[in-house]
């Protein structure tokens, strides 16, 4: 199990010079699918280099919205 911790909070200044950055995430996930049955990505709401990293290697994205008008319209 990879868990986020404060060596993590560093990746996003060292993808900058990296060729393909988008996906070193989808990279590494796919060397260890044969050990998971599934594998959740949680990221924060935002577009940072991370965060793109999670979603080009998703294959389903579950996106939680509050119930109201605004949230779901957006």
């Given at each position: 199990m990879l868990l986020a911790n404060i060596e993590f909070s560093g990746i996003e200044v060292s993808l900058i010079n990296?060729?393909?950055?988008?996906?070193?995430l989808k990279e590494y996930v796919n060397s260890v699918t044969e050990s998971y049955d599934y594998i959740l990505i949680d990221?924060?709401?935002s577009l940072e280099m991370v965060t793109i990293n999670d979603l080009a290697c998703?294959?389903?994205v579950l996106i939680p919205v509050?119930?109201?008008y605004l949230p779901?319209?957006?």
């Open positions: 990296i060729l393909s950055r988008e996906t070193v990221c924060m709401p998703a294959d389903f509050q119930a109201a779901l319209k957006a």
